[in-house]
């Protein structure tokens, strides 16, 4: 189990590695959505927020509306951020599941890929 | 009205899995239904023999994924095991002569080239989601999607040949033709059917994701079961005879026609026309002529044991050279013996066609050599299926259509004709070319037949 002190941490990780990383931002271009990250064994709630390309801070708490709920385990989001694992094989095995619009799944899917085939 | 005695509610023709859905659905809703089968056995695509060791062999179709609920239902209902593929281990890809390791969908030897292939299939996708589902002639691009083929649109969103050559394959696999034979709007109207090219592609979470233990054969022989015996087998039909009453249908040597109220042709689109209708509807021939039958060798190498496993290989194969354009591991799923089952299509179906079926599998093996080992070349068992002899079938796994069909004649794909209803999985509005679009595509026409009847039987009443 990861603390969410943890999961922060690696989250800003991935944040300094995404945004840096202009071919994923480009993919994000017209994109501004809110993604809650939701543990199963922790019960925590984070929330990412998409704006002009660019992956801000991640809060506690999650906010009415939303557009994607991203679930897993404290742990899987820690190594995933970290760079450890690929998110994309955790989301095909059902371990990570995304619920949103099916357009919005198809992107975050293949963000995810991209981010992994780029570190 | 004199109804003469063997005048039935509906005549079926073609026992794939599109037309036995719809029979058994007949059946079960009163109707008095007789299946015709071209062929002396049942399943057309879906159809499983059995190897030397015991194991199923799929000569067609045989991966089943998430989202393909009639078919899993099918499988879970015959009590046969459904088992995931083996995906554990590296996937190998041959490039021009090199032969890589990678994990996960995409090879990644290249990451710029893998990364225009995530971006370029996610655009497919996207826009696949726009294309109304049944009728991709309404979509407000539609003459324009349909003006251009596949390989033009490649050729503006993919700048690598490396890329390129990945998507060309990953098309391949799935169509059994090359981009140039292909309809962007035919592609994406195809792929939002079924979840997406990402989705197609992939083993775990996609379309390839499970297989059945007695194959896709025992689906068939399921809902043949059901039938209790109303199928007849080497009954090709080629004429039927219509009117808003009802059909004639004629079977090849035979003198007496079966008469019906209601007919469901449950076969491609292709095949279809190669039956003649009286009268005629011209938009039939417009339509075959605008579709293509893929063109895929399925090929099975049978061994001792899955060698390949015990070097850290999944037995998943990408060969952009060569005739072998991918592989997987089809062995039984107890792993006591080892199988590779790999697809010849499109453009490398043509280019090894002429050979001598010992040159071209001693070319396979030679490939697989390359990817997995030498073990490779020691197949205890070797099988081929050519689909596109396949006179009852003429090619696979599905027929495709060129630029200009959909806008202009799309819409007969699943119109009635008169008393003729069309089935098959070209027909499917969800996961057409698939299993489950075989099934879907048969309820659906049972539904009309049925509610079709049910009209005639008020107004006669009435
Ligand atoms: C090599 C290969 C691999 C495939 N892999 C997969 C896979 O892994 N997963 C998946 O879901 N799908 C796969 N498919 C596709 C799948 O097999 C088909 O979508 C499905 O089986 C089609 O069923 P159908 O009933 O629509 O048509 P068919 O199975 O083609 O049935 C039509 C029937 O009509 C009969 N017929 C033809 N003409 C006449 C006539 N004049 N008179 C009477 N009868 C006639 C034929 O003999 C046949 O039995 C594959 C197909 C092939 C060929």
């Known amino acids: 189990m990861a603390s969410t ?26 994109w501004d959505r809110v993604v809650i990250v939701e543990t199963t064994d922790t019960h925590e709630r984070l929330t990412i927020t998409v704006v002009d390309q660019t992956l801000t801070d991640i809060v506690v708490g999650a906010p009415e509306m939303v557009d994607l709920v991203v679930t897993g385990t404290s742990e899987d989001f820690c190594d995933m951020f970290w760079g450890d694992l690929n998110p994309s094989e955790k989301y095909i095995s059902g371990e ?24 | 009205m004199h109804v003469p005695e063997q005048l039935r509610d509906a005549v079926v023709i073609g026992a794939g899995l599109a037309g036995l859905r719809a029979a058994v659905d007949l059946e079960r809703a009163g109707c008095d239904v007789l299946v015709l089968e071209a062929r002396d056995r049942i399943g057309g695509r879906a159809w499983s023999g059995v190897a030397e060791d015991g194991s199923t062999i799929d000569f067609g179709g045989q991966w089943l994924g998430p989202g393909q609920t009639r078919a899993l239902a099918l499988a879970e209902a015959t009590g046969m095991e459904v088992f995931p593929t083996w995906v554990a281990g590296a996937n190998v890809e041959l490039r021009e002569g090199e032969r890589l390791e990678y994990s996960g969908l995409i090879p990644t030897a ?4 893998s990364i225009e292939v995530v971006t370029a299939m996610l655009d497919l996708d996207l826009l696949g989601l726009d294309v109304p589902v049944g009728a991709p002639w309404e979509h407000e691009d539609a003459a324009l999607l349909d003006a251009e083929t596949m390989a033009t649109w490649l050729d ?34 195809y792929l939002h059917g079924g979840g997406g090219l990402t989705n197609l592609t992939r083993t775990t979470g ?40 009802g059909v004639t249908v004629h079977v090849v040597g035979r003198s007496v026609p079966v008469t019906a109220r209601r007919a469901v042709l449950a076969l491609s689109p292709i095949l279809a026309e190669r ?15 605008g579709m293509t039958m893929g063109r895929v060798r399925k090929v099975h190498a049978r061994y001792a044991r899955p060698f390949w496993r015990e070097r850290g290989l999944s037995g998943q194969l990408i060969s952009t050279n060569g005739s072998i354009s991918s592989t997987f591991d089809n062995s039984p799923s107890d792993g006591t013996s080892g199988a590779l089952v790999g697809f010849i299509a499109g453009r490398d179906y043509d280019a090894t066609a002429d050979l001598t079926d010992d040159a071209r599998r001693n070319l396979v093996l030679d490939e697989l050599a390359c990817a997995f080992g030498p073990e490779a070349r020691l197949a205890t068992e070797y099988h ?14 599905v027929a495709v259509m060129q630029p200009g069909v959909l806008t202009r004649v799309g819409d007969a794909l699943r119109r009635p004709i008169g008393p003729v209803h069309l089935a098959g999985t070209e027909t499917a509005l969800e996961w057409c070319g698939y299993l489950e679009g075989a099934l879907e595509s048969g309820e659906r026409a049972a539904a009309e037949v049925v509610a079709s009847l049910a009209l005639t039987k008020g107004s006669e009443e009435g």
């Not at chain 2, 290249?110 to 080239?113: G, R």
């Not at chain 2, 890329?163 to 034979?181: K, P, T, W």
């Open chain 2, 206 to 245: 996609g379309a390839q994701e499970r297989r059945m233990d007695a194959g896709a054969g025992a689906l068939a022989a399921h809902l043949a079961k059901k039938l209790h015996g109303r199928i007849e087998l080497d009954a090709p039909v080629d004429r039927i005879e219509w009117d808003a009453t």
């Open chain 1, 5 to 30: 002190d943890e999961i922060i941490e690696a989250y800003g990780e991935w944040q300094s590695r995404s945004n840096a990383n202009d071919r994923l931002r480009k993919m994000l271009r017209g």
């Open chain 1, 96 to 119: 990570i599941v995304i619920h949103g619009a099916q357009a919005d799944v198809m992107r975050l899917d293949a963000m995810s890929m991209v981010a992994f085939l780029d570190q």
């Open chain 2, 275 to 289: 039956i003649a209708l009286d009268p005629e509807v011209p938009q039939r021939h417009a339509l075959a002529a």
């Open chain 2, 384 to 397: 081929e299926v050519d689909w596109p002899a396949e006179e009852w079938t003429g090619g696979g796994p």
């Open chain 2, 110 to 113: 290249d990451p710029d080239a």
């Open chain 2, 156 to 189: 503006r969103n993919l700048a690598s040949p490396v890329s390129r050559g990945i998507v060309e394959v990953a098309l391949q696999a799935v169509f059994g033709v090359n981009s140039d034979e292909l309809s962007v709007l035919f592609v994406l109207a």
